[in-house]
């Protein structure tokens, strides 16, 4: 029997349907959405990726897959995954930070995009236990991202300008 989150070609392009479409909530926990949810955990590691949305995967349901890390001096340490179902920012700080992001939906673009340092977020885990939990800088940055992809969001319509430095006279 066929199921009814099959994990699709990965979807890119500003202007795709999916990409630009509101994700709708997980009314249930069932064994289709945890096998779905497994599915992007693996989708995410077997390709090297820090996050991925549903959308991403051809699905307009409210879930996302991310790798937490730890910066463990020049190196990033892998703490683990979190699979977050129909998740919502809570408090989110007034302090932001400017970092270039990157998208599988978006091959070859980058761009400098701000966001909040730190954010609170309230989401279902897999096993249906509601969890409020603090994420800051890189892992709070993932998750914005991630969690935009369910709005028809893409990080290119967030792309901040930077200004170029002026040159000295000596240059």
Request: one cysteine or more; glycine letters at 4%.
């Amino acid at each position: 029997m066929p199921t009814k989150y099959p994990i699709k070609r990965i979807q890119t392009g500003m202007n795709n349907p999916i990409l630009r479409n509101i994700s709708e909530e997980i009314q249930e926990i069932n064994q289709e959405i945890v096998d779905f949810c497994n599915k992007l955990i693996v989708l995410m590691y077997q390709n090297k990726w820090v996050g991925l949305a549903a959308p991403q995967v051809g699905e307009n349901i409210r879930i996302i897959a991310t790798s937490q890390r730890e910066k463990k001096k020049t190196k990033d340490k892998l703490l683990g995954e979190t699979i977050m179902i129909n998740p919502v920012i809570k408090e989110k700080s007034k302090e932001t930070i400017l970092r270039e992001e990157a998208c599988i939906s978006l091959p070859n673009a980058t761009g400098i995009v701000r966001r909040h340092k730190t954010i609170v977020v309230e989401f279902m885990d897999i096993k249906g236990k509601k969890q409020n939990k603090k994420y800051k800088e890189f892992n709070a940055v993932i998750i914005q991202h991630e969690m935009d992809h369910l709005d028809w969001v893409l990080f290119l319509d967030k792309t901040v300008k930077i200004p170029e430095k002026k040159k000295s006279k000596k240059d």
